[in-house]
Nanobody, 127 residues
Framework: QVQLEESGGGLVQAGGSLRLSCTAS????????MAWFRQAPGKEREFLVA????????PYADSVKGRSTISRDNSKNTLYLQMNRLKPEDTAVYYC????????????????????WGQGTQVTVSS
């Protein structure tokens, strides 16, 4: 089973940037689609974007479209989310997740599509 660990969160001023990382272990990283979600206090977990094992991405959530970029480096077993022009409403815990099955023809976008999750990394954007 794949284990995931996020990093790169922190406190940043509005307008700033962060690059989140998600390092995987315990599985063959390159076979699985991956995704980023976030959850703000009192809100449901929100899908942001996913990337298939082949590198194809889903559409970005409207909330981060044009400001974020997902990427993966299979040689490093790492998934990334570059976030620019951060806003206070981006404040949340950010989670990465890995699909339940390898070699999926299309990566999912619902939490139930993903079988393993990281512990999350806190992003706080001050105004």
């Amino acid at each position: 089973q794949v284990q995931l660990e996020e990093s790169g969160g922190g406190l940043v001023q509005a307008g700033g940037s962060l690059r989140l990382s998600c390092t995987a272990s315990g599985g063959i990283f390159g076979r699985y689609g991956m995704a980023w979600f976030r959850q703000a206090p009192g809100k449901e977990r929100e899908f942001l974007v996913a990337i298939s094992w082949a590198g194809a991405t889903t559409p970005y959530a409207d909330s981060v479209k044009g400001r974020s970029t997902i990427s993966r480096d299979n040689s490093k077993n790492t998934l990334y989310l570059q976030m620019n022009r951060l806003k206070p409403e981006d404040t949340a815990v950010y989670y990465c997740a890995v699909e339940r099955q390898p070699w999926a023809p299309r990566v999912g976008s619902k939490p139930a599509d993903f079988g393993s999750w990281g512990q999350g990394t806190q992003v706080t954007v001050s105004s």
